[in-house]
């Protein structure tokens, strides 16, 4: 897709971060809340200081496709529409087997194109598409540009969807919510010691899911089996427990590892994907498997009824009602259609 609308990035100020002793910066965008010192950058490569102010240095610079809402993944949001994707560069999670680490773990953005808010939108409009998604790396660290974007679009009539690590401070988010539509978070596994091997820790990835979900926000999560990382049965069970107390129409895609960047494991055994779907089917209404093809319909939960059918090329024929309820029984199956 050709993007280039500008010659040059515009960087932008950051926000969410204070002044402390001699020139440093502490940023309050993401639990790490880095000290940067003048000239250093944060951990998540996407902010630096320049002489005792924080600035987004990922601001405008972006990569954008056009994909099926499906592969996001969302499967009960808008079923069967093409969604326009943008992403940058950086992130806050250090994932070995990192699926986008060209852009995650890029530190200049190298071969991205540049383009404001106003570009996204006149993109966005010219492709008669009425969504888009901030997706490829993590968007909380692209937090002003995707602020500024979404609000644009809000105004627009157009929706944003953020897929998203979820690791990001409260009050950020409670911003950033206010212009979101629907959000695919990932649960990368559900202990503090499977966190930390990521750079990262639980609890904030919990606390968003629940407030995103607590505001009414469209939540689906997505759960990547990756052995050597999140193998512990139990902890799956664990965050499947912790995701039906949310609520069990929470719909889980459970995804297939295959081998990238530095993890070379083999793929995820069939056997313990199939453990897992089981498992999460008993428990939770919508469970989707991921990275396997093959039919991947939803059900009414009530009734049995199939709601909408999806090929493994994204053929999707949708069979709900205009409020996304099942046809036959009439429960709503919280499918945003
Ligand atoms: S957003 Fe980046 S700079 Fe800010 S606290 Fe998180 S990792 Fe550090």
Redesign the pocket.
Known sequence: MNIARREECHSAEALFWEKIAKGDVR?R??P???N?SPGKY???G??KNSEGELFSINYGKIRAAIDPVEKKPLFHWRPGSMIFSIGTFGC?LFCPFCQNAHLSRSRNGSGLECADPDDVLGMVIESGINSVAFTYNEPS?WFEFVLETSRLLRSNAIATVLVTNGYICPDPLEILLQTTDAMNVDIKGFSDETYSRLGGSLEPVLNTIYYAWSKKIHVEVTHLVVPGINDSFEEFRSMIGWLKDVSPAIPLHISRYFPAYEWDRPPTAMKELQLRIDLASRHLDFVYSGNIGGANNTFCPKCGTIAVSRGPFYEIDVFAGHEGECLSCKTPLGIVM
């Open positions: 940023c965008l993401c790490h809340l880095c940067i944060g951990i998540c996407a902010r806050n660290i």
